[in-house]
Antibody, heavy 121, light 109 residues
Framework: QVQLVQSGAEVKQPGASVKVSCKASGYAFTTYSMRWVRQAPGQRLEWMGWINTDNGNTKYSQKFQGRVTITRDTFASTVHVELSSLTSEDTAIYYC??????????????WGQGTMVTVSS | SYDLTQPPSVSVSPGQTATITCSGDGLPKQYVHWYQQKPGQAPLLVIYKDTERPSGIPERFSGSSSGTTVTLTISGVQAEDEADYFCQSTDFGGTYPYVFGTGTKVTVL
């Protein structure tokens, strides 16, 4: 069965960077793009960017442009998101979610369990 | 971009029907997808393209659409349906290509 397993919670100081991983299993990794979204406390979900896991092409939200990098390791079936210059406003749960690639419209058909990132001095 | 608005909470007795709305100016042109999220768990797609149900999702989950409002209906609610539900749509011409609703907490009394 399809599974997306994310790395564990992180606590970072302001100005630092954080890298969150998402390991996929149960399907052909390069067949589906992967998206990253986050949810800050009390806020709605927010799209950060996505990566074509086949060719590595990426697209990022303008809000995070210059601070976010999404990469993939096809041998490990893993996608990473790295966010730099962290502030307290980056405290959130970060999710990877698979692009259903039209199978279910433009939906996110499988999600990781979420990774809590806390930015605090 | 446009916003998707949901009621914060819905309460329902077991066996009754829960209805959750999702409203947004862009909705007549774009499909809406619904997700269920239980505490500490990954979100689960329960309805896609307004009315379609992925395999494995119980028939008591259904969706409908009318104008700028899309509705998720849970018929014959069970205790296990207590969760947060949020809607999602697309806005490729806006700031964010994917937009999300504010979320609705369904409480089974």
């Amino acid at each position: 069965q399809v599974q997306l397993v994310q790395s564990g919670a992180e606590v970072k100081q302001p100005g630092a960077s954080v890298k969150v991983s998402c390991k996929a299993s149960g399907y052909a990794f390069t067949t589906y793009s992967m998206r990253w979204v986050r949810q800050a406390p009390g806020q709605r979900l927010e799209w950060m960017g996505w990566i074509n896991t086949d060719n590595g092409n990426t697209k990022y939200s303008q809000k995070f442009q210059g601070r976010v990098t999404i990469t993939r390791d096809t041998f490990a079936s893993t996608v990473h998101v790295e966010l730099s210059s962290l502030t307290s406003e980056d405290t959130a749960i970060y999710y990877c979610a698979r692009d259903s690639s039209g199978l279910y419209g433009d939906s996110f058909d499988f999600w990781g369990q979420g990774t809590m990132v806390t930015v605090s001095s | 971009s446009y916003d998707l608005t949901q009621p914060p909470s819905v309460s329902v007795s077991p066996g009754q029907t829960a209805t959750i709305t999702c409203s947004g100016d862009g909705l007549p042109k774009q499909y809406v997808h619904w997700y269920q999220q239980k505490p500490g768990q990954a979100p689960l797609l329960v309805i896609y393209k307004d009315t379609e149900r992925p395999s494995g999702i119980p028939e008591r989950f259904s969706g409908s659409s009318s104008g700028t409002t899309v509705t998720l209906t849970i018929s014959g609610v069970q205790a296990e349906d207590e969760a947060d539900y949020f809607c999602q749509s697309t806005d490729f011409g806006g700031t964010y290509p994917y937009v999300f609703g504010t979320g609705t907490k369904v409480t089974v009394l």
